[in-house]
C-alpha cells in the first residue's frame, strides 16, 4: 500500500499535507517529495502535517516527518502536526518526538496563530 499525499494552499499561505495510508518505508519518500515541493513555492514556509489519514507510522515514517522539520526549520519556516490518531501519538510520545512537534488535534487548530 503506498502513501497518497494531497496538498492545499490557505488564503494565508499555509501548505497542508494530507498523506493517507501507511507512513513507512514504503510512503516515506511521498511525504519527502511532497514537503520537498511545498518549499520550493515558499521562501518561508509554513506547513501542516494532516495525520488523520496515516493508518501506521513506523521508524522510517518518522524519519521523514523530522526531515521534513529539518528542512522547514532550516528555511526560517514552521511545521505543526494535525489529527494523529492513537498510534502516531503513542509513536511520537514513546521516542519523545511530541516534545519537538507541537501537534494539535485539527488542522484548523493548527492554523490558527500560525
Known amino acids: 500500500m503506498t502513501l497518497d499525499v494531497e496538498s492545499r494552499q490557505t488564503d494565508s499561505g499555509v501548505?497542508?499535507?494530507?498523506?493517507?495510508?501507511r507512513l513507512d518505508v514504503v510512503g516515506a519518500p511521498a511525504l519527502k517529495e511532497a514537503v520537498?515541493?511545498?518549499?520550493?513555492?515558499?521562501?518561508?514556509?509554513?506547513?501542516?502535517?494532516d495525520?488523520?489519514?496515516?493508518t501506521f507510522v513506523d521508524?522510517?515514517?518518522l524519519g521523514s516527518?523530522?526531515?521534513?522539520?529539518?528542512q522547514v526549520r532550516t528555511?526560517?519556516?514552521?511545521?505543526?502536526?494535525?489529527?494523529p490518531n492513537q498510534q502516531v501519538r503513542v509513536v511520537l510520545e514513546l521516542t519523545t518526538l511530541?516534545?519537538?512537534f507541537p501537534y494539535f488535534a485539527t488542522v484548523e487548530e493548527a492554523l490558527t496563530d500560525f
Do not use: C, F, Q, Y
Not at 37 to 49: D, Q, R
Not at 65 to 70: G, Y
Open 15 to 21: 501548505t497542508v499535507l494530507a498523506p493517507s495510508g
Open 36 to 49: 520537498s515541493e511545498a518549499m520550493k513555492k515558499n521562501g518561508h514556509p509554513k506547513l501542516v502535517i
Open 51 to 54: 495525520m488523520e489519514g496515516v
Open 59 to 61: 521508524s522510517s515514517g
Open 65 to 70: 516527518v523530522v526531515s521534513a522539520l529539518k
Open 75 to 83: 528555511s526560517k519556516g514552521d511545521l505543526r502536526l494535525a489529527a
Open 98 to 100: 511530541d516534545r519537538v
